[in-house]
């Protein structure tokens, strides 16, 4: 298995524009997450899903944020419009979907907002 | 709110040695801990998951405990090597699927 994929490893915008960040997850998987990573808060929890259903938003910063999943293998988190506090390395993870399940993290993806 | 707490934050040492690195959590209702090593600007790679009913794992030179009374786990590295150099970020999940992490062990093993 490939693993789960991010795409774009590294993206740089400026502030106001729309950043769209995607995520495949591991096949068979039927929990995805979306962490964001910084320096000064370490990782945090954004979104997550369950059966492509969200299931707990509550860490999403604000309605700038919104994430999708319209199939079991396909996610996106859109940033619009985008400002420099957003700048962070996000990632995506997927599970078996169970309480005992392990986490399997894709390689992130590094925005910086200028 | 489940704070987890990872000490210490940064640690050198030779190589050869043995050496554990501790997380605690406050909330011990707990159904598994899950160990990660994070590469500088890679991804997290789960080295070991332990149940809320198991006490050790073990993989390789290392050995991952949890005590969830008292809300601590601990990571033994045995023998370590420069290959060890990394983030060890300790999370603990409950209820729901999502984890919890700590903000990590940054970790240097000189040659």
């Known amino acids: 298995d490939a693993g789960v994929i991010q795409s774009p490893r590294h993206e740089v915008t400026e502030m106001g524009q729309e950043v769209t960040l995607r995520c495949k997850p591991i096949?068979?998987?039927?929990?995805l997450f979306w962490y964001r990573q910084t320096m000064m808060r370490g990782l945090e929890l954004l979104i997550y899903f369950n059966n492509n259903v969200p299931i707990d938003d509550s860490g999403m910063p604000e309605d700038r944020f919104s994430a999708k999943m319209p199939n079991a293998s396909f996610s996106t988190l859109k940033i619009q419009p985008s400002e420099p506090r957003d700048s962070a390395v996000y990632f995506c993870?997927?599970?078996?979907?169970?309480?005992?399940?392990?986490?399997?993290f894709g390689e992130g993806s590094r925005l910086t907002v200028l | 709110k489940q704070e987890v707490t990872q000490i210490p934050a940064a640690l050198s040492v030779p190589e050869g040695e043995n050496l554990v690195l501790n997380c605690s959590f406050t909330d011990s209702a707990i159904y598994n801990l899950q160990w990660f090593r994070q590469d500088p600007g890679k991804g997290l790679t789960s080295l070991l998951l332990i149940q809320s009913s198991q006490r050790e794992q073990t993989s390789g030179r290392l050995n991952a405990s949890l005590d969830k009374s008292s809300g601590r786990s601990t990571l033994y590295i045995a023998a370590s090597q420069p290959g060890d150099s990394a983030t060890y970020l300790c999370?603990?999940?409950?209820?729901?699927?999502?984890?919890?992490f700590g903000k990590g062990t940054s970790l240097l093993v000189t040659p």
């Open positions: 999370a603990v999940q409950h209820s729901g699927y999502a984890l919890n």
């Open positions: 993870a997927s599970s078996t979907g169970t309480n005992t399940g392990e986490l399997f």
């Open positions: 096949s068979g998987h039927n929990s």
